[in-house]
DNA sequence: TTTATTCATCGTATATTTGCGATATAAATT
DNA sequence: AATTTATATCGCAAATATACGATGAATAAA
């Protein structure tokens, strides 16, 4: 009935499949792309790149933060986030080793 | 209300997020793993080694054949599944490509 | 001080995912 | 032919995710 069994699994797993899932939505890699062209990171301008309502936005951007793939911080009214690259790239070079460890032999 | 926007994304955002929603869960790549590691790639090994029921490892399965991660066919009575290496390629690249896109510079 | 702007959060509706027992199907074994 | 084995699928329950309007809180502008 749907418990969750994450807790099975190995913690190493469980961060990679939650990386994984932070990017397992259009509007969430389109706000990383939009982050890392722009210098500002301001929510407003997200929003306006985006199909999706501010609250939407907003919502995605939680999850971004809590995967820990972005930081963010306000600034007057405005709130301005911007990629965690040290994060970043500590996620991305575990999946990438992971894929390389897996072996290339076509069985079937 | 919940409506599906991944239409009003691009199609190579849409297939990115497909792929990473694959890895999203710690059993699936538990699976692509298990895959890698041995030949034999029976359904029922993987069962073995993984802490879910036949009939929930049996769907995470159709999910990986779903998004074209694995390719499986049918020996007697066993189900023989595999990694479909040139999709897995093809995908692992265009996210590395995707990264790379991203520059590095912290703005906040 | 009043008003407008920017954003986060709450509440809610709906959709999708996760998990499994039960069952169906098809091949292998007896 | 009857039984066992291996797997897929159905149907259900619970959990999560997606989406957004409404509202709140905090700052900036008038």
Redesign the pocket.
Known sequence: ??????L?FSKELVELAEFA?AL?????IAILQTLAEKQMC????I?EVL?????????????LKNAGLIK?E????????CIDWEAFERFTSKMNTMFKDLSNQQCC
């Open positions: 009935m749907a418990i969750n069994k994450s099975e899932k397992s939505h259009p509007a969430r301001i929510c407003g301008e929003v199909p999706l309502a501010q609250a939407t936005v907003s919502q995605h951007l939680k999850e963010g306000v600034e007057g009214k405005k709130s301005c986030y």
